[in-house]
């Protein structure tokens, strides 16, 4: 052992004697590790988005959106004949809710939305929001947690009664150092009573979320989906004269002067989301579900319905492909500065064959001289993976900071990439070690 401590002795003090030779070689093993690390790094931190994305839309849920069919204006007189020979569909209706629950066993919560645009006002203070109709349920299917208060109980979705749960920043813009709990607060002509505040959620790509059919929670009002149609907006009440009477079931009712401009959305519901018990279940639910609104609207494909979760994974994988090509982009680094250290190796080797034979004519063995050039090559890739890493971290926290991109950089990543940068030595330095070692010692001190 005492004999091979000697041998990398004398290459350290090689080593240290080309400082320069010694750093340049090592550049390649430094930046292909740096570069493995930190692509690891933005793959993992991908991935992990992704997973919250996951966690935010729910799990098992689908959603049913309807298709609003756009026509031009100019297309409404020569389409006129054609339209009265269409079937008829009601399109997404409270209804398409309840036959839901009866009929699909494996649902096992469920939410209708509508959602409407107007302004909050509270002691003077007026702002844009958007209030959104729901059951309690909602808030269990999408993970929404309470910072204070309560949800919806039974006999507010029953009644319809005028109280709400708003989102976090709501309470700031209104209540900053107050709960705001059985306070009012005035949504478009309605007061209602505020019974519970939602957790602030993290900060997201809303129109992503909203993508996917979640309404991101902060500056949203939400109210029991009863509510909303008695007291805010019905669009399954049909116009019957310019009065204000409209229908509504087998009663009527009076609508104000403030309400009389009509919605362009022409679906009672906006959104339907519906949670499946198992992830199993979710294509098979997903047919019956297809097969169910199409016989309900009299064949018309007017909605369309969307698995998130099954998106998300799928970008998921996606992902996933993308960070093996990264890391395979990056770890081509290392095979290359592990190619420099052999030509380096091979460089050495002939630079220094009289004193390769000056040690084989003085006693030294074949192993020993494989020794000496492989601690060269082994110290190379090791000091330059210590680099690599450090450096590597380095570079994954200044990507988050500058370029706002979540790195996650994992313990494993540092030791695989450490661990190859020391395997590269090995590989590569080991032909230039034995090649030095079969050098005939006569023919060495001839060389000149």
Same mark, same amino acid.
């Given at each position: ?152 109980? *039974?006999?507010? /979705? =029953? ?13 700031? !813009?209104? &209540? $900053? ?123 018309? *494909?007017?909605? /369309? =319905? ?13 992902? !996933?492909? &993308? $960070? ?125």
């Amino acid at each position: 052992m005492k004999r091979y401590m000697h041998d990398v002795q004398i290459g350290l003090d090689s080593l240290m004697s080309n400082k320069l030779k010694s750093i340049l070689t090592a550049l390649g093993i430094i930046f292909g590790v740096a570069a493995v690390i930190s692509m690891l790094a933005i793959g993992n931190g991908a991935q992990q988005e992704i997973l919250k994305q996951i966690e935010m839309v729910g799990v098992n849920n689908i959603v049913i959106t309807p298709i609003l069919e756009l026509k031009a204006e100019s297309d409404d007189n020569s389409t006129e004949s054609n339209n009265k020979s269409k079937k008829f569909s009601p399109g997404l209706t409270i209804k398409d809710v309840e036959a839901i629950k009866q009929i699909i066993p494996s649902v096992k919560r469920i939410s209708p939305e509508i959602e409407y645009s107007s302004f909050v006002l509270k002691n003077g203070k007026r702002e844009s929001s958007k209030l959104i109709g729901v059951t309690e349920d909602y808030f269990s299917i999408f993970n929404l947690k309470l910072q204070e208060g309560t949800t919806f109980k *039974k006999r507010h /979705e =029953i009644v319809g009664l005028p109280v709400c749960v708003v989102g976090a920043n709501i309470k700031v !813009k209104f &209540f $900053n150092n107050e709960s705001p709990i059985g306070k009012q607060i005035k949504f478009g002509h309605v007061w209602l009573t505020i019974i519970g505040v939602l957790e602030k959620s993290a900060n997201v790509d809303v129109s992503a979320f909203e993508n996917l059919g979640v309404s991101v929670a902060n500056d949203k009002i939400y109210v029991p989906v009863k509510t909303m149609l008695m007291r805010f907006e019905n669009r399954a009440l049909i116009k019957t004269g310019e009065g204000g009477m409209t229908f509504f079931g087998g009663g009527f009712m009076i609508s104000s002067g403030a309400n009389k401009t009509e919605s362009k959305k022409t679906n009672q519901l906006d959104k339907i989301v519906v949670q499946i018990d198992e992830t199993d279940q979710l294509k098979s639910s997903t047919e019956i579900l297809g097969n169910m609104f199409l016989r309900r609207h009299n064949g018309v *494909k007017d909605f /369309e =319905i969307t698995v998130p979760e099954l998106l998300l994974k799928q970008q998921q994988e996606t992902k !996933k492909i &993308f $960070n093996i090509v990264l890391g395979a982009i990056a770890g081509i680094s290392l095979i290359v500065g592990g190619i420099g250290i052999m030509n380096i190796m091979f460089a050495s080797v002939m630079e220094r064959i009289k004193e390769i034979g000056t040690r084989l004519a003085i006693g030294a063995t074949k192993k020993d001289i494989v020794a000496q050039f492989l601690s060269e090559a082994i110290l190379i890739s090791v000091t330059g993976g210590l680099i690599g890493v450090i450096l590597g971290v380095g570079l994954a926290q200044f990507i988050s900071y500058f370029f706002e991109i979540t790195t996650i950089v994992s313990v494993l990543s540092v030791f695989v990439a450490f661990g190859v940068s020391a395997a590269v030595g090995v590989v590569f330095g080991y032909s230039p070690a034995k090649r030095a070692a079969e050098k005939d010692p006569i023919e060495s001190l001839r060389y000149e």
